[in-house]
């Protein structure tokens, strides 16, 4: 029964991600490759994420939100946004194949990285918990999250790009960035609950990614 609930969860977070590959022409351009090195360039960014972390933001011993020292650790966060457009510049193709290389071997390297370990050891336990199944369906959220973030960039590296929708980009992608602290504010301020925070989230980054793929659609176009 724990390795029947751990299948469910390991197919809940990856399935979706191979769905994406299989079914968005990626294969058939043969990028996978291209996905490995955007789950390399993916952990290469965290590390130089955690060396300025640790070199200028120092952990906090008060246990309470310090929104100041926050916001300057969220704005590290741009890093993954240099990633994500070095990544792009190294992929041949149209448009929706740069930025789909990007975000699925970004969000795959995230999820490998972030999610598997804690599935193993947790899902396959004697007591069943919804919070694994909760991470499972977060990692297809954070899927939708990588693809627009990497589609945004995208955009915004476009040098006919117009000015109403670049203004557009710039604020989208400084939500993209600060994303950890607008959960973390959200659930300090209010009483929801994982499942409530989780759907949350789902609808915010749709949003997000309706609005990048509207944007993408119309420069596309002319």
């Avoid at 640790?54 to 741009?78: H, I, Q, R, T, W």
């Avoid at 990633?83 to 071997?105: E, H």
């Avoid at 759907?199 to 420069?219: D, E, F, I, P, R």
Wanted: net charge positive; glycine share 8%.
């Amino acid at each position: 029964m724990t390795l029947f609930h751990f299948g469910n969860c390991l197919a809940l977070a990856y399935g979706p991600y191979f769905m994406t590959y299989k079914f968005s022409g990626l294969a058939e351009y043969g990028v996978f490759w291209k996905c490995i090195q955007a789950g390399a360039m993916y952990l290469l960014t965290q590390l130089v994420k955690m060396l300025i972390l640790a070199s200028f933001f120092p952990a906090s011993d008060y246990g309470a939100l310090n929104l100041a020292s926050e916001v300057m650790k969220c704005s590290v966060d741009m890093c993954d946004l240099i990633g994500l457009y070095l990544v792009m510049s190294r992929v041949a193709g149209k448009g929706d194949t740069k930025f789909l290389v990007a975000g699925l071997g970004w969000a795959t390297a995230e999820l490998a990285v972030t999610r598997f370990l804690p599935l193993w050891l947790g899902a396959r336990g004697v007591e069943f918990d919804w919070k694994y199944l909760q991470m499972s369906f977060d990692s297809n959220i954070n899927l939708i999250h990588h693809i627009s973030t990497a589609m945004l960039v995208w955009l915004w590296g476009r040098y006919d790009l117009r000015k109403s929708h670049r203004a557009v980009v710039t604020c989208l992608l400084f939500i993209a960035c600060f994303r950890p602290l607008i959960i973390d504010i959200t659930t300090l301020s209010t009483a929801m609950g994982p499942w409530s925070l989780l759907l949350a989230k789902l609808v915010v980054t749709s949003l997000v990614g309706l609005v990048a793929m509207h944007m993408y659609l119309t420069q596309a176009s002319y």
